[in-house]
């Protein structure tokens, strides 16, 4: 069980189901969560609530976050337009465990039409259960925060 963790989270309609079971279950984990959207059915835009969870995280408003839509891929797009945000896009637990090791990942995007709530939850697991790996992998992160290159 890791600590206790500001989590928040967001998703376009086609992953509103995913997101309530996720926020229900991490709630059950004793982590803090913040659902920010969408509350309804009605179809939405992926980047606006992927801009959304982006500026929440890094502001601080949360340490980690986990963005969902119906591929994940949109979302995932949308996240990393912010620099200071690291989203690795996952759909096994591995993955999730090597994107915080070696990206130092504050948010992690699924596509809630691509894998169901059991792998999703081990993805987040993982997600939330391994540390950065530091080393060789601070520079190449650093890096991340940079990408203008003359
Ligand atoms: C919405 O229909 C769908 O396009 C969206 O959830 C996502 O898959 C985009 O990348």
Redesign the pocket.
């Known amino acids: 069980m890791c600590t206790r963790m500001k989590v928040a989270l967001a998703s ?4 509103l189901g995913l997101k309530a079971e996720l926020a229900e279950w991490l709630l059950t984990l004793g982590h803090e969560v913040e659902d920010l959207g969408p509350n309804g059915p009605e ?1 939405v835009d ?1 980047p606006d609530y992927g801009y959304k969870l982006a500026s929440h995280v890094a502001a601080g408003k949360a340490e980690r976050g986990i963005a969902l ?7 995932s ?1 949308a996240v990393n337009r912010n620099p200071k945000v690291r989203c690795g896009l996952v759909s096994e637990p591995l993955s999730a465990k090597l994107t915080r090791e070696h990206n130092d990942a504050n948010i992690i995007a699924m ?3 691509m894998i169901g709530s059991e792998m999703a939850k081990a993805c987040v697991e993982a997600f939330l259960n391994t540390p950065f790996g530091g080393d060789r992998h601070v520079r190449r992160v650093d890096k991340l925060s940079n990408p203008q290159q003359d």
Do not use: F, L, Q, V
Request: with cysteine; proline share 0%; net charge neutral.
């Open positions: 376009d309609h086609a992953a179809s992926y839509c119906g591929t994940g891929i949109g979302i797009i596509g809630a039409r």
